[in-house]
Nanobody, 128 residues
Framework: QVRLVESGGGLVQAGDSLRLSCAAS????????MGWFRQAPGKEREVVAA????????YYVDSVKGRFTISRDNARNTVALQMNSLKPEDTAVYFC?????????????????????WGQGTQVTVSS
């Protein structure tokens, strides 16, 4: 049974930083693409950042480029999302997800449909 548990969300002011962490159990993540997604009220779930199983390729949605950094620690079976210069429009529930084994395509990083297991999410609220 794969389990993903997110932590690190909270209420912050615009310009602040947060670090989200995702702890995986039930499967070793080293051969899987991993992603962070978010969903704001009334909006569709969107990919925020994703990292290929090899760690050699990352993807960021345009709105977070230069502010967010995704990283993985295969030895600890964790994935992190460092979020700097937060904006009110970053407010959402953030989800960690485990994707394709040895996924090599751009789609395998960016598409929610390419991810099979999801955490329950952590709320990030950025006040202006």
């Amino acid at each position: 049974q794969v389990r993903l548990v997110e932590s690190g969300g909270g209420l912050v002011q615009a310009g602040d930083s947060l670090r989200l962490s995702c702890a995986a159990s039930g499967r070793t993540i080293s051969s899987y693409n991993m992603g962070w997604f978010r969903q704001a009220p009334g909006k569709e779930r969107e990919v925020v950042a994703a990292i290929r199983w090899s760690g050699t390729s990352v993807y960021y949605v345009d709105s977070v480029k230069g502010r967010f950094t995704i990283s993985r620690d295969n030895a600890r079976n964790t994935v992190a999302l460092q979020m700097n210069s937060l904006k009110p429009e970053d407010t959402a529930v953030y989800f960690c997800a485990l994707g394709r084994s040895y996924g090599s395509s751009s789609r395998s990083l960016q598409s929610p449909g390419e991810y099979d297991f999801w955490g329950q999410g952590t709320q990030v609220t950025v006040s202006s």
